[in-house]
């Protein structure tokens, strides 16, 4: 049996069969729905980066979309982002924001994630709690290592990880056991309806 075969995502099994219209309406949905998290924003005193709900709906993206379309909604909403749209944080836009300010490495990490976290959900990590967790945190790391790279222009590696990277952990643990949970229950609830038509 081969254990790293491809398993259907949340979204392809409630929106099959997922043509090309389909897809490209998902792809471009969630980079807008990623945009609206990015006016989620929490200042901290002691970073220049705020907490914002983007992380948790890149992870929920590649999570439901799977590694291609996950990465092609992030690349999406760092491109609508570029071109001066007001769909960074706090209704930021346009290239200088992404290349000129420390979100540079979030931002450009974004695909990346939605593809590593899709990919894992592809195969079978998102049916069960602690694997949607796991299959989320690595997304998550992703992320903050991006982050952390984005700030190395800067500062120091042990500055870059103070500012970049230990403010959030705890958000994120918190943003992966949100995720985590959506998934298997969105599972367990396909798998209910199936059994009633069947029974």
Known sequence: MNTYAKAETLSGAKIAPLGWARAAALVIAFSLLTALSAQI???LPFTPIPVTGQTFMVLLT??????????????AYVFEGTIGLPFFSAGRGGAAYLLLTPAFGYLLSYPLAAFVTGWLVERGWDRRFLTTTAAMAIGSVVILTGGWLGFLRLYTPAQAFVLSVAPFIVGDIIKVALAAA??????????????????
């Open 41 to 43: 924003v929490i200042p």
């Open 62 to 75: 590649g999570a439901l979309l799977g590694a291609r379309l996950g990465a092609l909604a992030m690349i």
């Open 182 to 199: 959506v998934l298997p229950t969105g599972w367990a609830l396909i798998g209910r309806r199936k059994n009633s038509r069947q029974s």
